[in-house]
């Protein structure tokens, strides 16, 4: 059982959707239905992996979590040797992006791991190359959950053909698709607003932190951690494609306090549409995958003020939802 800490125990909390995901493998129309709404209304909603095929995958999270914890516990200098050889592979220390509160910078460390990094068995951490087996199965049991979502997307659009939101997720073509492993150390100050870039995201929170914004009130709201799900998240190139239609998500990591009280890991999977794939951006100027993720990312780094004039960094969310920085 996930443990509620009672500094907890007042909040608002996000009322979400939630998708069980057995039910869409035969299309049920109920659950596809519902997994539209989510991503129409919210872009965020719990997926609900409880069924006994699923198994696997939380007993492989539950190994590399551990081995993940066991890296981060290195010294700095020591994780400042992984080989980094994009934005979307490698490590990222604290302190390098915007933080959650005004003129403080991140708290937060990533290892990265690009799917076509790791398919290539290219510049592999060392945890990644001696556990090659289960990071392979782990990076593509996430993939193949999100692609599922997608497809299922595709359908209850009646999208057909060239038009399907597959065709720009091929397999065999280059993306910054990524498995992301996080964590905010004791005393940091956490992840500032945002909306993630890609198409659909992956994520496994066992810990409290994680806010979204209300479409309703637009209010920051924790999301209650949930056993046996997942949380899913509608990133920028999907609300792109779907003309808008579709909300990005707009949330952070800030615990009650503003301050970790304890350490905090999380783990991701980022599903990102090939380089090359064009769309409006959220200034309505032509873009493409690669070019957003480079923009997106040099935002990240920018200060709140400069932030706070443009819209690439919420994907235009904040302005749609009147957040404020």
């Avoid at 698709?177 to 066992?206: E, K, R, V």
């Avoid at 056993?227 to 494609?241: M, P, S």
């Avoid at 549409?273 to 493409?288: G, L, M």
Wanted: with cysteine; proline share 3%.
């Amino acid at each position: 059982m996930l443990s509620q800490p009672s500094s907890y125990d007042k909040v608002e909390t996000a009322n979400l959707f939630t998708v069980k995901f057995s039910n869409l493998f035969d299309r049920d129309s109920r659950e596809v239905d519902a997994l539209l709404q989510a991503c129409e209304r919210d872009g965020f909603f719990y997926l609900d992996l409880r069924d006994s095929c699923s198994a696997k995958l939380w007993r492989d999270l539950e190994r590399v979590s551990e081995m993940a914890k066991r890296w981060f516990s290195q010294p700095v200098e020591d994780k400042l040797k992984t080989p980094t050889v994009s934005l979307a592979h490698g490590f990222k220390a604290t302190g390098v992006q915007s933080g959650a509160v005004k003129s403080l910078k991140d708290g937060f460390e990533a290892l990265k791991i690009g799917r076509s990094e790791l398919l290539g068995r290219w510049a592999l951490p060392s945890v990644v190359e001696e556990n090659l087996e289960l990071f392979d199965q782990f990076n593509a049991s996430c993939h193949f959950i999100l692609k599922l979502l997608l497809d299922c997307l595709s359908d209850g659009l009646n999208l057909r053909g060239s038009a399907r939101l597959d065709t720009h997720h091929r397999d065999d073509a280059r993306s910054k698709s990524t498995l992301y492993f996080l964590h905010y150390p004791l005393g940091a100050q956490n992840q500032n607003m945002h909306t993630d870039i890609g198409t659909l995201t992956l994520l496994f929170a066992p810990q409290w932190g994680l806010q979204v914004v209300s479409p309703v009130t637009g209010a920051w709201e924790y999301v209650q951690p949930r056993e046996g799900h997942a949380i899913i998240n509608v990133a920028d190139t999907l609300r792109f494609l779907s003309n808008k239609r579709f909300r990005s998500a707009l949330h952070r990591v800030l615990p009650i306090g503003g301050v970790q009280k304890e350490d905090r890991y999380a783990v991701s999977y980022f599903l990102r549409a090939a380089d090359d794939t064009e769309f409006k951006d959220s200034n309505d100027q032509d873009s493409n995958a690669k070019s957003w993720y480079l923009t997106k990312y040099h935002t990240y780094e920018l200060p709140h003020d400069v932030q706070r004039e443009q819209t690439v960094l919420s994907g235009g969310m904040a302005q749609e939802l009147q957040a404020t920085f």
